[in-house]
């Protein structure tokens, strides 16, 4: 599978972005498909998931109530919708997704997944 992720850019605090994750060589929808970040000096956080089999949603306590992941199959592309963003949400998103992986409520681990796309920056700055 090969990724691509867009959406990223520079927003003020409270201001909103969607970032798209598009998937070749493989259909996201028979894949469990998550976005990770990673700020400068920090662990690869995983923050959202999307589960294959039945459509249900992971999020981390860091982003839950802001954020939103969502699956557009027809367009083999899963997108993270980010609304209220903070200072701290500043970071390198990446798209990940794995054929195998029921995401629930444990914490996402990035060695779950096999497939990473290069990532994208989001900045958030007055």
């Known amino acids: 599978v090969q990724i691509v992720e867009s959406g990223g850019g520079l927003v003020q605090p409270g201001g909103s972005l969607r970032l798209s994750c598009a998937a070749s060589?493989?259909?996201?929808?028979?894949?469990?498909a998550a976005w990770f970040r990673q700020a400068p000096g920090k662990e690869r956080e995983g923050i959202s998931c999307i589960n294959r089999s039945d459509g249900s949603e992971y999020y981390a306590d860091s982003v839950k109530g802001r954020f939103t992941i969502s699956r557009e199959n027809g367009k083999n592309t899963v997108y993270l919708q980010m609304n209220s963003l903070k200072f701290e949400d500043t970071a390198v998103y990446y798209c990940?997704?794995?054929?195998?992986?029921?995401?629930?409520?444990?914490?996402?681990?990035?060695?779950?997944?096999?497939?990473w796309g290069s990532g994208t920056q989001v900045s958030v700055s007055s």
């Open positions: 990940a997704t794995d054929p195998d992986l029921y995401c629930s409520g444990d914490p996402l681990n990035p060695a779950d997944f096999t497939s």
């Open positions: 060589g493989s259909t996201l929808d028979v894949h469990a």
